[in-house]
């Protein structure tokens, strides 16, 4: 037992970004030296495969960050449908009209446009309901969104770290990483690079 502390003196805002940037960064961990063999795989007839959870994953951040917040996404309401909670797996398990590639190329983008749109927020509004929100029946503050966002990326991690090890493709790292933001940035830098080299592969 020691009396020494660590005084942490972040804001509710310092801290859901920190929250949501390190699931990220992890997130992006969990694809980095994925074979693109590895990608459309189904592990059985009931599972989903690694492209469907990166699309499903895109598209809560981009309902949420994009739609409910700022009244516009990156995605297609058809690419939305595609990846939705709940779609039946005779949808779920075809190849969508997009590649790989070009479907990462978006995710990077909808996270870049999640943490410019967050920074500039003011720390009050954290604890109110998105602007956009519209009729869904789902009414919480965008706090409160980027706890459920987090959670829901950090089970479908879980998810990819399993079906890679399985097809004999496993994650590079281990889980958690990037607790501090220098970390992060350069696990970020690093699965950019890594993707730049490599995204002609994916078709």
Not at 42 to 52: E, G, M
Request: proline content about 3%.
């Amino acid at each position: 037992m020691t009396d020494q502390q660590i005084k942490d003196n972040r804001s509710l805002k310092e801290f859901a970004l920190d929250t949501l940037e390190t699931v990220i960064c992890n997130f992006m961990v969990s694809l980095q030296g994925i074979k693109p063999e590895t990608t459309p795989t189904q592990l059985s007839d009931d599972s989903n495969h690694i492209f469907w959870i990166l699309g499903h994953g895109a598209s809560h951040l981009d309902i949420v960050f994009g739609q409910q917040c700022q009244g516009k996404g990156f995605l297609t309401e058809e690419q939305h449908k595609h990846f939705s909670y709940g779609i039946g797996k005779e949808i779920a398990h075809t190849k969508p009209e997009i590649s790989y590639s070009d479907f990462m190329e978006l995710f990077l983008k909808i996270t870049e446009n999640t943490f410019e749109y967050l920074e500039k927020l003011p720390e009050e509004k954290f604890r109110e309901l998105p602007q956009n929100l519209g009729d869904t029946s789902q009414k919480e503050s965008i706090f409160t969104a980027i706890q459920r966002v987090a959670l829901h990326l950090m089970g479908h991690m879980g998810q990819i770290t399993f079906i890679r090890r399985k097809l004999g493709n496993p994650v590079p790292m281990a889980f958690v990483s990037g607790m501090k933001r220098e970390s992060r940035n350069s696990i970020i830098d690093k699965y950019r690079k890594w993707w730049n080299e490599n995204k002609e592969k994916f078709i």
